[in-house]
């Protein structure tokens, strides 16, 4: 049992470092963003989709806090390969679900960083339940972490933002188009974007622009099936299933001087599905 454990273990961090280098070759692949002395919070950033923007912004040249509800291998290999890349990076164990852990969050960026530059809103959970099955605590499980998580991390972080920062919340293309099984989750993810598009307007007096990067089918840790991936393959226009890198080049963008008149935008990433 220990030696399959281990089998597996070993297997699952060969499947993820391998993704992570394939996004850290398209985030950096053509332009080059300078974020050199950034200060960036990516929250929920040890796996997938955040584990390739938190080192993107790390090879970029940014100063990077990330966080994590969950001890594994996942985050002593993130951990390791941060001490391996220049810059000022810290890990913190920190559940978004959970309003005290983001108030230490914020206490950790503000002793670590000073200040923050960009934030990241990336920490999501999602479940497959039919409608009909779908209990109360459940709901508020996800709509906790992926909206109400977003809006604490956001208004918890104001008092150290500096003058021009930039928020970026990781929403997903099923908020436009609905998905079975997943209404809960579907819902948290509209409720990001009229969210954003508020924060816009509040926020924009004061220098901060806020906007989305709505990811479509990415490939991420998880194992795919064959038919999970032909059926991605025929539907997105490029023909193939995202990677971490595919998300990570946009955030990058919006958080560069490049994106400077742009917020309340909703940037779909999801290969023309």
Same mark, same amino acid.
């Given at each position: 049992?220990t030696?399959?454990?281990n089998r %597996?273990?070993?297997i699952?961090?060969? #499947?993820i ?12 692949g053509? +332009?080059?963003?300078?974020?050199q002395?950034?200060?960036v919070l =990516?929250?929920?950033g ?7 923007i ?6 970029a040249?940014a %100063?990077v806090?990330?966080c994590? #509800?969950?001890?594994?291998?996942? +985050?002593?290999?993130? +951990?390791k &390969?941060?001490s391996?890349t220049?810059? *000022?990076?810290?890990v913190?164990k920190? *559940?978004?679900? %959970?309003e005290? *852990?983001?108030?230490?969050l914020i206490?950790e960026?503000?002793a670590?960083?000073?200040? /923050? *530059? ?9 479940s497959?339940?039919?409608f009909?099955?779908l209990?109360?605590d ?7 972490? %992926?909206l @109400?998580g977003?809006?604490?991390?956001v208004q ?5 933002l ?5 928020i /970026?919340? /990781?929403g ?5 188009v ?12 509209a409720?990001?974007?009229?969210l954003?598009?508020?924060?816009c307007? &509040?926020l924009?007096p004061?220098?901060y622009r806020?906007?989305? +990067?709505a990811?479509?089918p990415?490939e991420?840790?998880e194992e795919? @099936?064959?038919?999970? #991936?032909?059926?991605?393959e025929?539907? @997105?226009a490029?023909?193939?299933l995202g990677?971490?890198?595919d998300i990570?080049?946009? =955030?990058?963008?919006l958080?560069?001087?490049?994106a400077?008149f742009?917020t309340g ?5 999801d290969?023309? /599905?």
């Amino acid at each position: 049992m220990t030696a399959r454990l281990n089998r %597996n273990t070993g297997i699952q961090m060969a #499947r993820i470092k391998r993704i992570v280098e394939e996004a850290a070759e398209r985030a950096a692949g053509g +332009v080059r963003f300078d974020h050199q002395g950034r200060r960036v919070l =990516v929250t929920g950033g040890t796996r997938g989709i955040g584990r390739g923007i938190v080192l993107a912004f790390a090879r970029a040249g940014a %100063n990077v806090v990330t966080c994590h #509800r969950s001890d594994g291998p996942a +985050v002593d290999s993130l +951990v390791k &390969e941060l001490s391996e890349t220049p810059g *000022d990076h810290k890990v913190v164990k920190a *559940d978004i679900g %959970n309003e005290a *852990d983001i108030e230490r969050l914020i206490g950790e960026c503000r002793a670590h960083l000073g200040g /923050i *530059d960009v934030v990241v809103n990336n920490a999501g959970s999602i479940s497959h339940v039919p409608f009909d099955k779908l209990d109360a605590d459940e709901w508020r499980r996800v709509l906790d972490v %992926n909206l @109400t998580g977003t809006f604490l991390v956001v208004q918890k972080a104001l008092p150290i933002l500096t003058p021009g920062a930039s928020i /970026i919340n /990781i929403g997903s293309k099923v908020a436009s188009v609905g998905i079975p099984l997943r209404s809960h989750y579907t819902a948290s993810k509209a409720g990001l974007v009229g969210l954003t598009r508020s924060l816009c307007k &509040e926020l924009g007096p004061k220098g901060y622009r806020v906007n989305i +990067v709505a990811p479509g089918p990415v490939e991420t840790e998880e194992e795919v @099936t064959p038919e999970v #991936r032909e059926r991605y393959e025929r539907l @997105t226009a490029v023909g193939r299933l995202g990677v971490p890198g595919d998300i990570a080049g946009p =955030v990058l963008f919006l958080a560069s001087d490049l994106a400077a008149f742009m917020t309340g935008e909703t940037i779909n990433v999801d290969g023309g /599905i």
